[in-house]
């Protein structure tokens, strides 16, 4: 039998469709574009058309296509020594829990690591039950936090509804949003207010002694780019600290570098348990994520054995591309570019959009990292597809896409939004070129309204 790398168009659609089973589809009515190639913050298909990237892939993709210094790290690591179980140790992996202690907050010097972001949230989930000795985790309607067994149940967006028995332990909640206020709010300060007291009443109904664990993506991403008003995260540790529940923040998507800080929890006043992480620290070259743990928690398990274990946790071919991503963040001021190129490029286009287009409801982010929610109707705020929207239902979302890929920028959806999300490399040049794109694509959008 011979293997042979399928070269064209017609090859590579031949074999995804007769073999290739995709996630969250319906295996016959999907088209998956054949990507030939990519560099930096583009890549090309089999007919010579090149996309932007404006959603990193699935947000993943900070340091863009085929960096040198992370194809090297692979490929070096490859050459010295390819894989090594866990339960040895090993020098990149332990480099690399270094580097990524320093950067944690004060008091985190653990790191147990995953193959990715669902996997990092269901042991952060373990360690709060084993910490605490209880079983209930609370998490927000408007989340996602991966699709393994427990991850899903955590999940609060629509892709839970399959696959959610009912019956594992999770209590959800609302999370402060001021343009979908679910309390009725007219400020900010009211809806982070509203947003607390909410949640105390939801632990105090369920029973404090009951919860092991509230778990929160730190900006919530796939569910809207919605940054935490002020006092919010901070008030959620307070009421962990009174009822002696475990923070989890889930920063698999905003973790290293997406909104311009090695942890987003830095940009807020507030300090979780665990911060789980996949994604950005490696850029997904090869699958990594993991928790990192609050010397609070990982004390209690230096008698107490951690019942728990992955073969590749902390696999050295993962783990050298995220030594390299410290070397690049480092050398090429990331984390400094990602909040100029936000505050000075990104957030003054999107505003004037906002002006501009009667489909524009709001926009709001921070750093490489922003939301345009858009509507029929700017008044009522009907958003311009139903939630959950598929097939002709979510025809106008398709038709603006359509219009930006036509233009040359591949980009991310979900439900009524779109993100704006390229690789934190991308230059300014091509910035500035797609947010132009988006902007025409916008044009499409308003003849829905
Ligand atoms: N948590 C968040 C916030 C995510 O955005 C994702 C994926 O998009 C996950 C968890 C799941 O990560 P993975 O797909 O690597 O399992």
Redesign the pocket.
């Known amino acids: 039998m011979t293997t042979q790398t399928a070269q064209t168009d017609a090859q590579v659609r031949a074999d995804d469709r007769a073999h290739v089973f995709h996630s969250w589809s319906a295996q016959a009515k999907i088209d998956p574009l054949p990507v030939a190639g990519g560099e930096g913050s583009s890549f090309w298909d089999y007919e010579g058309n090149t996309y932007l990237d404006f959603s990193s892939q699935?947000?993943?993709l900070n340091l863009g296509h085929q960096h040198p210094d992370l194809v090297a790290a692979v490929q070096q690591q490859a050459g010295r020594l390819a894989t090594i179980q866990p339960s040895m140790a090993n020098d990149v992996r332990g480099e690399l829990a270094r580097l990524i202690a320093e950067v944690a907050p004060d008091g985190f010097e653990k790191v147990f690591f995953t193959?990715?972001?669902?996997?990092?949230?269901e042991y952060a989930v373990r360690m709060a039950r084993q910490f605490t000795g209880r079983r209930k985790v609370l998490s927000m309607y408007r989340?996602?936090?991966?699709?393994?067994a427990t991850?899903i149940s955590l999940t609060g967006d629509p892709r839970r509804w399959a696959n959610d028995i009912g019956d594992n332990g999770t209590v959800r909640f609302f999370g402060p949003y001021l343009y979908r206020s679910a309390f009725h709010s007219t400020t900010i300060e009211e809806e982070s207010q509203r947003a607390l007291e909410h949640l105390e009443q939801t632990i105090l109904l369920e029973g404090p002694g009951t919860i092991a664990a509230i778990i929160i993506?730190t900006v919530?991403?796939?569910n809207g780019v919605l940054v935490p008003p002020p006092g919010y995260l901070d008030g959620v540790r307070g009421l962990c600290d009174r009822h002696g529940i475990v923070y989890i923040a889930?920063?698999?998507?905003?973790g290293f570098g997406r909104i311009g800080e090695w942890f987003a929890i830095d940009a807020f006043d507030a300090k979780p348990d665990l911060i789980?992480f996949?994604?950005g620290v490696n850029s997904g070259y090869v699958?990594l994520?993991g928790v990192v743990i609050s010397d609070r928690i990982a004390k209690h398990f230096d008698d107490a054995p951690f019942p728990g274990g992955l073969t590749y946790s902390g696999h050295p071919l993962a783990c050298a591309p995220g030594v390299a991503t410290f070397e690049v963040f480092r050398r090429d001021g990331i984390l400094e570019r990602v909040r100029d190129l936000g505050s000075r490029v990104v957030e003054p286009a999107l505003r004037a959009m906002a002006e501009k287009h009667p489909s524009v409801g709001e926009v709001r982010g921070r750093g490489l990292f922003w939301a345009i929610e858009l509507v029929r109707d700017r008044e009522t705020r009907e958003p311009l597809v139903p939630f959950n929207a598929a097939g002709a239902d979510a025809a106008p979302m398709g038709a603006f896409a359509a219009a930006a890929k036509e233009g040359g920028v591949w980009p991310f959806l979900h439900f009524n939004r779109t993100h704006i999300a390229p690789p934190l490399v991308i230059s300014e040049e091509d910035l500035v070129r797609g947010l132009g794109v988006i902007d025409e694509a916008l044009d499409v959008a308003d003849g829905y309204t």
């Open positions: 699935l947000v993943n193959n990715g972001g669902a996997e990092a949230n989340s996602y936090h991966g699709s393994t991850a993506e919530v991403g796939t889930d920063e698999v998507m905003v789980t996949a994604k699958p994520g």
